[in-house]
């Protein structure tokens, strides 16, 4: 067979380094993106921040429609990417930015307060000891103990094996570190140094007030029948311990406030604060969906380096001129990424609107394809748009990934999202009778009354993803 040459048509698109850029921008959280702008900021002389009435500067105030019909955005081109399809307009614009200021360089700018950083549990129990009558060499001791500490303040290491472990020199025997162990026991934070959860709760219990009431019985409850209490094993409980309904349930009120993991409030983690991507109102009888300014970090070219760049020819301004290339594309993909996401957000706004004035009993079934034929985008671009992004609502913050779900088929013919029916569970728990809760067979008996056709099993997986006990543990006295 002799070689022959053909001619072939084929499409292939092109990952750019401006679209990958943007497809990357999209699917990073607000907190990633002011990272990212940053970094940018150090690297690139042609990239500055701008004063919010700047000329140049991009509005944060533009509101495109959730319709792909009726858009003020640029309309994307489409592709055969199944990512990249959304992102695919060349047009750099000098004049295009962010949002608000991000940052000025004003001398009178003012920070808000810094937390004051919160001792470890280590730092507080050593601090502790530095106030302590104990001797030098008993301090060691304990300090040793306090190093062995879990993050939740236990001691999960058996003193005889943490005796063989530590060095003939130091001359520490058992009885050393089982001294050292009380004394731990007995710094200001009661329950710290326990070696199992029934130790904790009774150190903590021993710690009230001898003439709290049922505090004794407390004390027999957690030390020898915590697994009873923990099964709502009531009756026997009140067989063995020969205690009334009246006093087994002030001992269970008092267990029930104590802290099993008294080392947790140490070393705690600062929480990341989120700062949402929209700002969700009602105008009239409509709910909207506007930019957070505050979320979107306001960038222009810097005019002296491009008017420099501008005056000269010579081979040294390649690197400004491709460093002013890289400014306009970001420039250009953190506003089309704003405006993907209020686009998004606002699509999702117009299909929950009952969840805006009922709550999540109001909410309804929506899944990615709906709102990605809807604003003619990608349904990964719709994914990329609602992972790790948030909006601010009068009911609180919730991720855009809150609002989808699939539904189920009511008897009328209409659908009930899951998340209102997990609301629905919710209420038929909290309003049951204690001593009668509702089993799945009966939840679901009366979400069929209701028009809501759901099996017992689903009925199950709904309420322990809720992290609602089965019916044995939450029945009380």
């Known amino acids: ?99 608000t200021a991000h940052g000025t360089e004003d001398e009178d700018e003012t920070y808000p307060e810094q937390a004051a950083e919160q001792a470890s549990l280590r730092e507080y129990l050593h601090g502790q000891l530095t106030t302590s009558s104990l001797d030098d060499r008993d301090r060691k001791v304990v300090g040793l103990l306090i190093d062995a500490l879990d993050g939740n303040g236990y001691l999960t290491q058996d003193l005889p094996e943490l005796a063989d472990l530590l060095p003939a020199e130091l001359g520490i025997t058992l009885d050393d570190l089982e001294t050292a162990l009380v004394q731990l026991q007995h710094l200001d934070q009661p329950g710290l140094g326990a070696r199992n959860l029934s130790e904790c709760l009774t150190l903590q219990l021993k710690a009230l007030p001898e003439d709290t009431p049922q505090r004794d019985l407390a004390i027999r409850l957690t030390s020898d029948h915590l697994d009873l209490l923990a099964a709502h094993d009531f009756a026997r409980i009140k067989k063995l311990l020969r205690c009334s309904d009246d006093a087994l349930r002030a001992a269970q009120h008092l267990i029930v406030g104590l802290n099993p993991k008294p080392g947790d409030t140490f070393d705690r983690n600062v929480a990341d604060y989120v700062v949402p991507d929209v700002i969700v109102e009602k105008h009239g009888n409509k709910w909207r969906a506007r930019l957070n300014a505050e979320a979107m970090p306001r960038l222009r070219i810097n005019q002296i380096y491009a008017n420099i760049l501008q005056q000269r020819n010579d081979k040294n301004s390649s690197q400004l001129a491709t460093q002013l290339q890289e400014a306009k594309w970001l420039i250009k993909n953190l506003q089309q990424r704003f405006e993907t996401i209020l686009r998004v957000a606002q699509a999702i706004v117009e299909r929950q609107g009952n969840f805006f004035e009922h709550g999540e009993i109001g909410m309804r079934p929506l899944v990615l394809r709906e709102i990605a034929e809807a604003l003619d985008l990608h349904e990964s671009t719709v994914s990329r748009s609602t992972t790790q992004k948030f909006m601010l609502t009068p009911r609180g913050i919730y991720e855009f990934k809150h609002f989808f779900g699939s539904g189920l088929t009511t008897e009328s013919g209409g659908t009930c999202s899951s998340t209102a029916i997990r609301e629905l569970i919710k209420q038929l728990v909290s309003a049951e009778d204690r001593r009668k809760p509702l089993t799945d067979s009966r939840m679901s008996e009366i979400l069929a009354q209701q028009g809501i056709v759901i099996a017992r099993r689903t009925i199950a997986k709904y309420r322990e993803a809720l992290h609602i006990l089965p019916v044995n543990l939450r029945k009380s006295l």
Not at 4 to 17: D, E, F, K, V, Y
Not at 55 to 83: C, I, K, L, Q, V
């Open 1 to 99: 067979m002799k070689p022959a040459l053909q001619l072939r048509l084929s499409q292939q698109l092109t990952l750019t380094p401006q679209l990958q850029q943007a497809i990357r921008l999209l699917q990073l959280s607000t907190q990633d993106i002011h990272q990212e702008v940053a970094q940018m900021l150090d690297e690139n002389p042609m990239l500055e921040l701008a004063e919010e009435s700047a000329p140049g500067a991009f509005s944060p105030e533009f509101t495109p429609s959730a319709s792909h019909n009726d858009t003020a955005t640029e309309e994307p081109t489409r592709t055969d990417d199944r990512g990249a399809d959304d992102f695919g307009n060349e047009q750099t614009d000098w004049n295009a930015g962010g949002g």
